[in-house]
């Protein structure tokens, strides 16, 4: 019975003929699951002659591992595989398995198409505008157009909140987001959202303490300050959910979740919310 390998340092290239994200994100997403692997990635981006696929080529010779791939072009995808083959590397191209689960289902030829999700279309736009109204409406700025966004997040410094709205804004929502100061009042024009959905961001005091501290060191701030307080956090914490509670925001603990966690919970927040007021996936 072979024992599981930890620790175990490997290379592990990605080859794709469009922007690579696809790979990095499953490469990422199957490493996680290796506790102790230390992948160390190379990543060959936008290959589409075979110029640029021998230069990737060598540098997989140079450094044996595992090879992933999406190449929609056969003839450049036969060669990829034929060179690992040779060199008795694996070489697996990701999207095979669903493209045929699709291709099967649907009955539809594949169009061979290098990037097609990355295509000029009204979602990519859509997208782009979201992207555009997250970034002005970080931290609390222009409020008077909070009733455009598709969701809200408050939340005390550090929760995450502008990671995750840009994550958001990335998927396609317009997303904003208000800090919450101890003893100060919202603007009225928040506590007055109607449309968007808010969400209150809430953390352990001690997880809270721990990133902040983080922050003042890769700032090269040493002093103490009511910022990394103990006392002074928790009653930060405090007032903020009691805030969310007044208005009955719904809360979400953030304190072990990633921002892709977070994210992912509130888009199904918004979907659920928008089932609720359009009576989708009710009965009737």
């Known amino acids: 019975m ?83 083959q040779r060199l008795g590397m694996p070489c697996l191209s990701v999207l095979d398995p669903v493209l045929s689960a699709l291709a099967s289902y649907l009955g539809i030829e594949l169009s061979h198409k290098s990037g097609g ?7 990519y736009f859509q997208r782009m505008d979201a992207l555009n109204y997250t970034m002005s409406h970080d931290d609390g700025q222009n409020v008077e157009d909070f009733e455009d966004a598709d969701v809200v997040l408050l ?16 998927r396609g929502f317009k997303a904003a987001n208000v800090p919450i100061v101890k003893d100060m009042t919202l603007s009225p024009a928040v506590e007055r959202i109607s449309r968007p959905l808010v969400v209150g961001l809430t953390i352990t005091t001690h997880r809270l303490l721990q990133i902040r501290r983080q922050r003042l060191l890769s700032m090269k701030v040493a002093k103490e300050t009511t910022y990394i307080d103990e006392q002074e956090v928790q009653k ?40 609720e007021r359009t009576g989708e996936g009710t009965a009737s």
């Not at 929760?159 to 840009?166: E, L």
């Not at 990633?258 to 089932?275: D, F, G, L, V």
């Open 155 to 170: 939340g005390v410094s550090r929760t995450s909140k502008t990671p995750t709205c840009i994550y958001l804004a990335n």
């Open 236 to 275: 930060e914490i405090v007032f903020a959910r009691k805030l969310f509670d007044k208005h009955g925001w719904p809360v979400l603990d953030v304190s072990r979740r990633s921002i892709e966690e977070t994210a992912a919970t509130i888009i199904n927040m918004i979907s659920k919310r928008h089932e």
């Open 2 to 84: 072979n024992q599981e390998k930890t620790g175990v340092s490997f290379h592990i290239h990605l080859v794709s003929d469009a922007t690579g994200e696809t790979l990095n994100a499953v490469a990422k997403a199957a490493c996680a699951q290796f506790e102790g692997s230390r992948p160390t990635e190379h990543v060959y981006a936008l290959v589409r002659s075979a110029r640029q696929l021998e230069r990737a080529l060598k540098d997989i010779e140079n450094a044996p591992g595992i090879v992933l791939c999406t190449m929609m072009n056969e003839e450049l995808r036969d060669r990829l595989e034929a060179h690992c």
């Open 117 to 123: 999700q990355h295509a000029l279309t009204a979602e």
